[in-house]
């Protein structure tokens, strides 16, 4: 007759954040990117700016992403974006590109 012996391990799992994760700070950046009267608000007054959304549309934030925003104090909409990268220690890409002449886009 055999026996089934039971096999117990500890197992340990470390999940880093991804990107997927902040799509809705990724939109409010993006909405900063585009106007500039919301990105002076964002610098200035986060709060306000999450409050009030962009054009009718609401950013739902977590609450991480909402006391980082609240608390980081930026100058740029490039340190924000950096201070907030850092602060969810996102591996995003920082390199700046050049081109030696304007890139084509095809089927415009």
Known sequence: MKTTKELQLPVSLAVSPSLEDHLELFRLLAAAIVNPSFRNLLLIDPKQAIDNGYQGE???????ERYILLFIHADSLAELARQIAQAFRL???TQSYS???APVFIGY
């Open 58 to 64: 609401t950013f739902l934030l977590s609450d991480a």
């Open 91 to 93: 591996d995003v890409n």
């Open 99 to 101: 081109f030696a002449q």
